[in-house]
């Protein structure tokens, strides 16, 4: 939702890694932003409606990100989106950086203008897989932001670098980093960065990505 500056170029990035994208913006003269080669959906009207967001396409959706100019519009619309149609990749962007803690509390990841880059909403947006932050000179290890399963909410990140060996350096946790200790209970929104040697990067993504044993 938004195509200003920031969700065209959002838009236009997730078209070129594969995804299928749907945008969503009140002024349809915005869309021109997208350009003559954009292949998703443009749909006009707010993000919270319900009727657009299901033109939009809404119930096939694995990822909403609210980057619109208004606060208050990007948090309704990424709850709507959240605990109506329960899409679990949602974010919201957001100006005021004193709103962010408490949004963040609602399960919401969100991004202050003020530390914005579109790279930051890939990371969150993106369903699986891992973005690399971090790789020694000799390519063994990196330290990477995983994706981890909701079904991991509740369980402490002993147990995460149990079930990996990787080790989890770092949290961000409501718009700060978080060093944990192996009692730190997972909570949803947070995000897990963890030190992975390269040969076991798959295996590690793979873990998370799915729900613990035993469940």
């Given at each position: 939702m938004g195509c200003g500056r920031v969700g065209s170029t959002l838009a236009r990035s997730l078209e070129k890694r594969g995804h299928t994208v749907a945008v969503i913006d009140v002024n349809v003269d915005a869309f021109r932003r997208l350009g003559p080669d954009f292949g998703g959906r443009t749909v006009k009207g707010v993000g919270?409606?319900?009727?657009?967001?299901?033109?939009?396409?809404?119930?096939?959706?694995?990822?909403?990100?609210?980057?619109?100019?208004?606060?208050?519009?990007?948090?309704?619309?990424?709850?709507?989106?959240?605990?109506?149609?329960?899409?679990d990749n949602v974010v919201a962007r957001i100006?005021?950086?004193?709103?962010?803690?408490?949004?963040?509390?609602?399960?919401?990841?969100?991004?202050a203008t003020v530390r914005w880059t579109s790279d930051q909403v890939l990371r969150r947006l993106l369903p699986a897989?891992?973005?690399?932050?971090?790789?020694?000179?000799?390519?063994?290890?990196?330290?990477?932001?995983?994706?981890?399963?909701?079904?991991?909410?509740?369980r402490t990140v002993g147990d995460i670098e149990e079930a990996t060996g990787a080790r989890v350096p770092f949290l961000f946790r409501m718009g700060s980093a978080l060093v944990p200790k192996d009692a730190t209970i997972f909570q949803d929104g947070d995000l897990v960065y963890a030190a992975v040697q390269d040969a076991e990067l798959a295996r590690v993504e793979d873990v998370l990505a799915a729900a613990p044993k035993g469940e």
């Open positions: 919270f409606d319900r009727e657009v967001l299901l033109e939009a396409g809404i119930e096939e959706a694995d990822g909403f990100a609210a980057v619109s100019s208004g606060d208050n519009s990007n948090i309704l619309a990424a709850r709507v989106v959240r605990e109506t149609f329960a899409v100006y005021d950086p004193g709103r962010a803690e408490v949004y963040e509390r609602l399960g919401i990841p969100t991004v897989g891992s973005e690399p932050v971090w790789r020694d000179p000799s390519g063994n290890v990196r330290i990477i932001e995983v994706h981890v399963d909701r079904s991991w909410v509740g």
